[in-house]
């Protein structure tokens, strides 16, 4: 039996009214999770609101700060509340996204590598795939500058459903800003010798359409990942230029 209360579960979320509170009550039946704290990123909408009715301890960014910010927000507050219970004993870190709804309820196959000892990091591979309205781009660039900074090529190097030790997270900070920071996270801990492995599991998030508010979203978070790369590899032109175009064509 997994030992009870050894799972804190972090949530980045923007609005994300719609599927927060699915998520949230879905991931309270992940075996060991006793701590579920969202972290509401600048949201316009009923956020904070919803994930606190579900039940989850909730952080308000004033104004959005990213997501890799927000990880470090929630992680802050978990490390915080564990210092406040004197019984408390020090947690998995589970980060999950806002959008995942019901199939929050699957990730615990991701805990249970990191709390065996097999692994210092898991990242979710989804058996459930969405179909996109992407071209695969973002995480082509992703894929392939792990690649090249690490040698290990993952099946989904931009899957924000992630399970690590404590040891890891630390090793890992700062995170790489906004998109960028799963991209960061595998190489920074690959580098260090972390053991990270991927997970297949049956999640599924929303799928990002067409439109220009999608398409907005896409290219931000190329540029997320190149300033990534940029950062971890300086001989990295092809990100460097990735970068410099996407964010001419932002201005």
Not at 52 to 76: D, F, M, N, P, Q
Not at 127 to 137: E, I, L
Not at 161 to 182: D, H, I, N, S, Y
């Amino acid at each position: 039996m997994p030992a009870p209360g050894d799972v804190a579960i972090v949530i980045p979320a923007k609005n994300e009214s719609d599927r927060i509170g699915a998520t949230v009550e879905a991931a309270a039946g992940v075996p060991g999770a006793d701590l579920i704290v969202v972290v509401d990123d600048g949201s316009r909408d009923g956020t904070a609101a919803v994930a606190e009715r579900a039940g989850a301890i909730v952080l308000r960014h004033s104004r959005s700060r990213g997501k890799g910010a927000a990880l470090e927000t929630g992680a802050e507050a978990v490390r915080l509340l564990e210092q406040k219970d004197a019984h408390s004993e020090r947690h998995y870190l589970l980060f999950l996204d806002g959008d995942l709804a019901e199939s929050a309820g699957c990730a615990g196959a991701l805990v249970e590598p990191v709390r065996d000892g097999r692994a210092d990091m898991t990242i979710a591979v989804f058996t459930d795939r969405v179909r996109a309205g992407g071209h695969g781009f973002v995480v082509g660039l992703s894929g392939a500058g792990i690649k090249r900074a690490t040698g290990w090529a993952p099946a989904q190097p931009l899957n924000g459903q992630r399970c690590l030790t404590r040891a890891a997270f630390e090793a890992a900070r700062p995170l790489a800003a906004g998109w960028g920071v799963e991209t960061g996270l595998t190489i920074d801990l690959l580098r260090q010798g972390f053991r990270v492995t991927e997970v297949e599991v049956p999640m599924a998030h929303r799928a990002t359409g067409t439109d220009w508010q999608a398409q907005l979203h896409r290219a931000r978070q190329f540029a997320g990942v190149a300033r990534a790369l940029v950062v971890r590899d300086p001989r990295a032109q092809t990100a460097r230029h990735a970068l410099h175009r996407v964010t001419r064509h932002q201005r």
